[in-house]
């Protein structure tokens, strides 16, 4: 057998592919918790942002989501290989006495995934291709008490900055997604937002446990600091839920306010 297949089909080889995957993966969390949160800013900071993604160079962007997604898909995989082995391994009554153990976020890991690739299956809908039905963000957006706005905003900076519009390379205004009024009309929704936090808090849950059995497959759950690696694993996933959930509690409790382009109502 080829070595590196061999390697990645031990054990420790599988353990291996679900940390790394595991640790790229929490790194995207943390990420693209950040840039989300500049959604308390001016508009201008999470519409320039999108934009700079938008039009990496070198099709980079789809580097990025090629990574991406192999990562989730080896992450899956191996969650899947290792829990039929699992399942073979072990008769049924040290499954019993396994699963009493266990913590309340391990054995609901299995379940959180599924929720959570679900999640970003409806998410990437959403927010990336805009598409989900009753909700889609073409050429104008609407919100929820009827008025329209352009989906489309030139980048200016804040007033507070000179207010000055962004350039392209050949001297033209830089136009982009108004991502800001965007995200705002897709949490009016109560019940997509309800999902969302659902989903965050079950990301936070499965992040912690993740990132905890991270430090135990580096060898370092054994030694004195186990105690501190732990508490470092929850506040993570606290972080990540109080990152993540703010922004829906922030547009339904009118502390992120449209300063889009309105065009009708
Ligand atoms: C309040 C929570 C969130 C907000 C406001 C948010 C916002 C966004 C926005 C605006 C985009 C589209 C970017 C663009 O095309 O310009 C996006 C894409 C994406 N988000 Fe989120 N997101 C949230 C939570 C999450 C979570 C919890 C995950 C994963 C665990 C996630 C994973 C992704 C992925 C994989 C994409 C696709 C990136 C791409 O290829 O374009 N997001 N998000």
């Not at 693209?32 to 039009?55: C, T």
């Amino acid at each position: 057998m080829n070595p590196l297949i061999a390697l990645f089909s031990s054990s420790l080889g599988k353990k291996f592919l679900m940390a790394a995957s595991g640790a790229v993966l929490a790194l995207f969390v943390l990420g693209h918790m950040a840039g989300n949160l500049q959604v308390f800013l001016d508009p201008y900071y999470i519409n320039a942002y999108a934009y700079k993604l938008q039009h990496l160079p070198y099709g980079l962007l789809w580097v990025v989501r090629l990574v991406m997604l192999t990562t989730v898909v080896v992450h899956i995989w191996v969650s899947v290989v290792l829990t039929l082995e699992n399942m073979k391994a072990r008769p049924h009554d040290y499954k019993v006495k396994a699963t009493v153990k266990a913590s309340y976020a391990s054995r609901t890991m299995r379940v959180s995934g599924v929720i959570l690739f679900l999640f970003i299956i409806f998410h990437i809908a959403h927010f990336t291709v805009r598409n989900v039905p009753g909700h889609e963000y073409g050429e104008a957006i609407k919100l929820s008490n009827g008025d329209v706005y352009h989906a489309e905003i030139v980048l200016k900076k804040p007033e507070s900055q000179g207010g000055a519009a962004l350039k392209t390379a050949t001297g033209e205004d830089k136009i982009g997604h108004d991502v800001h009024t965007m995200i705002i009309a897709g949490f009016q929704v109560w019940w997509i937002s309800a999902f969302y936090v659902l989903a965050v808090f079950l990301l936070s849950q499965h992040l912690s446990h993740g990132v905890s059995s991270l430090f135990q497959s580096l060898g370092l759950r054994n030694s004195g600091i186990r105690k501190v690696l732990d508490l470092v694993a929850a506040a993570y996933g606290w972080v990540v839920f109080l990152g993540y959930a703010s922004i829906p509690a922030g547009v339904l409790f009118g502390l992120v306010k449209v300063q889009g382009i309105l065009i009708g109502g």
